[in-house]
């Protein structure tokens, strides 16, 4: 089953602007991570927040987390054309797996 | 290493024939999991060994569904008696048991049922 659900389910935006994702979880968690998926390929780890952290930055990327709205946002700025993807949250409740959300469909148009 | 290999990339089989899969992790991981993905939608846990353990199986994985991972290496998933249903992307990953630190996913093996 899904843990929660990513919004906005798909997004179109032009190269150089940002991208906001959001995505929401039901139960308490250890850590929560993102993932990009390109079409049709495995998944790739792009960050992860622990339970106890608000914010964190790598790069071009910077994700929230607010454990008391059970939510988080991924920010993405400067896209670029090979940003487009699918972007997919992932919830670490016990340190034993991950459970994944339905997640974003991001379009980076030239 | 190369990362997380998984043979076949793709599979077409005929309802009701068996099927394997198989996946080579990190050789320094000692986790090993299987994630069930169609279209559309996020990946589904469906097992996952820590070493050569099978520590937990998701309700998805019917009776109809096999894994192992013999000497706490590769892992195979085995479908007996495919259906329609089956088709999925099948991704296996691994990490270090650290979590903080991410999986590491293959490419995955793309299973359609006729």
């Known amino acids: 089953s899904q843990q929660g659900e990513e919004d906005p389910q798909a997004l179109s935006i032009q190269e150089g602007e940002n991208a906001t994702m959001n995505c929401s979880y039901k139960?308490?968690?250890?850590?929560l991570q993102w993932y990009r998926q390109n079409s049709g390929r495995g998944l790739v780890h792009l960050i992860l927040?622990?339970?106890?952290?608000r914010e964190k930055h790598s790069g071009r990327l910077r994700v929230t987390l607010d454990t008391s709205k059970k939510s988080s946002s991924l920010l993405i700025t400067a896209s670029r054309a090979a940003d487009t993807a699918s972007y997919f949250c992932?919830?670490?409740?016990?340190?034993?797996?991950?459970?994944f959300g339905t997640g974003t469909q991001l379009k980076v148009e030239l | 290493d190369t990362g997380v290999s998984q043979d076949p990339r793709h599979k077409i089989t005929k309802r009701g024939q068996n099927v394997t899969f198989r996946c080579d992790p990190i050789?320094?991981?000692?986790?090993l999991y299987w994630y069930r993905q169609t279209l559309g939608q996020g990946p589904e846990f469906l097992t996952y060994?820590?070493?050569?353990?099978?520590?937990?199986k998701s309700r998805l994985l019917s009776d109809r569904f096999s894994a192992e991972r013999p000497k706490g290496s590769f892992s195979t998933l085995e479908i007996q008696r495919t259906e329609q249903g089956d088709s999925a992307m099948y991704l296996c990953?691994?990490?270090?048991?650290?979590?903080?630190?991410?999986?590491?996913f293959g490419s995955g093996t793309r299973l359609t049922v006729v």
């Open positions: 990953a691994s990490s270090s048991g650290w979590t903080y630190y991410g999986y590491t």
């Open positions: 139960t308490s968690i250890n850590n």
């Open positions: 927040i622990r339970s106890n952290e």
């Open positions: 992932a919830t670490d409740a016990r340190g034993n797996k991950l459970t």
């Open positions: 050789s320094e991981h000692n986790r």
């Open positions: 060994f820590q070493n050569e353990a099978q520590l937990e």
